[in-house]
C-alpha cells in the first residue's frame, strides 16, 4: 500500500461559473484506521449537482464546503483495511467519503453492498441517491395515476431517466426533456420514455411551450422539475387541473442565473400542489425504494447509462461538464 493518495479541495468560491481554479489537487498521507474504523479505496467518485450548492457560502439547506477540505461526494469502494466487525477485507461498502482516491471512516457510517447482481457503480446512480431521489418524487408528491401524464426535465440524466421509467411502470405516459437530438433518441429508444423534447432546439419560452403542447397534447399531470427557468416556465403552461410538482432542482440557476417565472399564475388557476424536496431528508423512504431499484437494475427493467471521467484529477472538468449537460447518464470519475 502506497505512503501517499491524492484528494481534491475546494480552493476557492466560484464567481459564477464554476472553473478548475475552485479546485486543488494534493498528495497526502495515507492515515490509518483506529478502532471501529474502516480504510477504504474509493473506486468510483459521484459527480452531483448538489456539489454546486455547497461551494457557494449562501444559505442553503446544508452548510457550505469548508475552504482547503476536501471536496464532499458520494463514493463506492472496497475496505483494505478493518477494525469494524461489521465489515472485512473485500467488501464493497458506500459512503460519503469525498473527492479523494481513499480514506479512513467509521464503519457504522459505510453502507455494505451486494455486487453480485447489481455494478459496484450503479449503488451511486439508479440504486443510489439519485434513484431513490426519482422515486422518491415521483411516488410521494407527483402521485401517479394510470393514464396519467408524467412530464420531466433533464430525462436522460441519473434523476431524470429513472423518473421516466418508474412512471412508465405506474401506467404512465412518460414525456421527457432533454438537450440534444442524441439524448432525446435515448430516452425514447432505450429507455422508453412516449416523447422527449429537445429545449436546445427553442430559443424562447413560447416555442418551448408550443412544443411541450405537441408532445404532451392531454396535458400534464405530474411534472418531476429538476432545471427550472424556461423548462418550469413551459410545463407550469401545459399543465392539467389539480397536478402535482415535485421541485426536485433548479440547474439552470446554480450558477446565479436569473431563473424567474412568467407562468405563476397557473398555480392558482389550475389548483396545482408544487413541493421542494430534498432526499436525505426522507430517509424512511430509503429502503422500499433501494429495493425496488434494485431489483429493477438486475432483472434489467431499469436501465442506465454513465460518463466516466478517468482518474481523480478529472474531476473538476466532469463535475464542470455536469453542470453544462456534457454528461450523458450519470456523471462518474474511476478512482480505481
Ligand atoms: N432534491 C434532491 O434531493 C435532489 C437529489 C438529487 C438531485 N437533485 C437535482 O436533480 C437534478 C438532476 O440531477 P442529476 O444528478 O440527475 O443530474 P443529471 O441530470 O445527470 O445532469 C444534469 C443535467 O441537467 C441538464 N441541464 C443543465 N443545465 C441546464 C439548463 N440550463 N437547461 C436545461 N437543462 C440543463 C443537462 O441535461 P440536458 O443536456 O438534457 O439539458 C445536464 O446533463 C439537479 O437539479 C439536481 O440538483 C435533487
Redesign the pocket.
Known amino acids: 500500500m502506497s505512503a501517499t493518495y491524492q484528494r481534491i479541495v475546494l480552493a476557492s468560491r466560484p464567481k459564477g461559473q464554476v472553473t478548475p481554479a475552485n479546485f486543488r489537487l494534493e498528495q497526502v498521507p495515507m492515515p490509518q484506521p483506529g478502532p471501529g474504523q474502516v480504510l477504504v479505496r474509493n473506486h468510483y467518485l459521484s459527480?452531483?449537482?448538489?456539489m454546486?450548492?455547497r461551494m457557494e457560502e449562501s444559505k442553503s439547506y446544508a452548510q457550505p464546503q469548508p475552504i482547503g477540505e476536501t471536496m464532499i461526494g458520494g463514493t463506492v469502494g472496497v475496505v483494505e483495511i478493518s477494525n469494524y466487525p461489521g465489515l472485512a477485507i473485500g467488501d464493497t461498502v458506500v459512503g460519503l467519503l469525498g473527492w479523494q482516491e481513499c480514506d479512513i471512516a467509521d464503519g457504522r457510517q459505510l453502507m455494505k453492498v451486494d455486487t453480485r447482481a447489481v455494478p459496484m457503480s450503479a449503488y451511486l446512480g439508479p440504486v443510489g441517491?439519485?434513484g431513490v431521489?426519482?422515486w422518491?418524487?415521483l411516488n410521494r408528491i407527483c402521485e401517479p395515476k394510470p393514464g396519467e401524464t408524467v412530464l420531466v426535465?433533464?430525462?436522460?440524466?441519473?434523476?431524470?431517466?429513472v423518473v421516466g421509467q418508474l412512471a412508465k411502470q405506474a401506467g404512465c405516459r412518460a414525456i421527457g426533456?432533454?438537450?440534444?437530438p442524441e439524448?432525446c433518441e435515448y430516452v425514447v429508444a432505450e429507455l422508453g420514455f412516449d416523447a422527449c423534447l429537445d429545449?436546445?432546439q427553442h430559443a424562447d419560452l413560447g416555442s418551448l411551450v408550443r412544443a411541450l403542447r405537441e408532445v404532451a397534447p392531454q396535458g400534464v399531470d405530474g411534472l418531476f422539475e429538476?432545471?427550472?427557468?424556461?423548462?418550469l416556465d413551459a410545463a407550469l403552461a401545459c399543465m392539467n387541473p389539480f397536478g402535482r410538482i415535485a421541485?426536485?432542482?433548479?440547474?439552470?440557476?446554480?450558477d446565479g442565473?436569473d431563473i424567474a417565472l412568467r407562468n405563476v399564475r397557473m398555480l392558482l388557476v389550475m389548483r396545482l400542489k408544487l413541493q421542494?424536496?430534498?432526499?436525505?431528508?426522507h430517509m424512511d423512504a430509503w429502503p422500499q425504494a433501494l429495493a425496488q431499484l434494485g431489483k429493477g437494475v438486475a432483472t434489467g427493467r431499469i436501465k442506465y447509462r454513465e460518463s466516466v471521467a478517468e482518474g481523480l484529477a478529472a474531476a473538476p472538468e466532469a463535475f464542470i461538464g455536469?453542470?453544462?449537460?456534457?454528461?450523458?447518464?450519470?456523471?462518474l470519475v474511476r478512482l480505481a
Open positions: 459527480l452531483d449537482p448538489y454546486r450548492g441517491m439519485p431521489t426519482a422518491y418524487g426535465s433533464a430525462a436522460s440524466g441519473a434523476v431524470g431517466s426533456i432533454a438537450g440534444g439524448k429545449h436546445r429538476n432545471v427550472g427557468g424556461a423548462c421541485l426536485c432542482g433548479l440547474i439552470a440557476g446554480y442565473q421542494g424536496f430534498i432526499v436525505s431528508e455536469l453542470l453544462a449537460g456534457r454528461n450523458f447518464g450519470k456523471q
